[in-house]
């Protein structure tokens, strides 16, 4: 796969890996940081849906699973012909440092690099919503909602 055609996004949490890893998989914790609507079941052909902004949902089926460490599930937009559901791969590494978490996230699998620009501008987004989350503050209302993009 052509390397400009992967998202990476690193970013510190200040949280224990335990509190991140939960954040990113129980649903009510998912929704304070992104999204309206959120089923999750975070085991090996469990189900990845989120409506991420209110008006666009994300569909996958999680693949990897270890506890606090590493998620991996398939990823893409309801709707969407350009990245239809289960069409990219979505890794997310949890890296234990002394003040917090060193969260690695890679996509693949996605057509351009329109869709990987997109797609990196999204992460960053809502990575700095999980960010705030994570450090016990509010991030406000998502400026982001009803967005339906493509």
Known sequence: ????????????????????????????????WMGTEAQVEPQPGGLYLVNVTGARFARGTFREVV????????????????????S????????????????????????NAEQCDGHAQGWAHYMGRLVEVAAGRDPGPDPWHGRTGE
Request: glycine share 6%; net charge negative; no cysteine.
């Open 1 to 32: 796969m052509p390397e400009d055609l992967v998202v990476r996004r690193e970013t510190h949490i200040p949280a224990p890996q335990a509190a991140v890893f939960a954040l990113l998989t129980d649903p009510e914790r998912i929704l304070r």
């Open 67 to 86: 506890p606090v460490h590493r998620l991996a599930y398939s990823f893409g937009w309801e709707g969407s012909e350009a990245v239809p559901p289960g």
């Open 88 to 111: 990219s791969l979505i890794e997310i590494d949890l890296i234990e440092r002394p003040d917090g978490t060193l969260l690695r996230l890679t996509q693949t699998g996605l057509p």
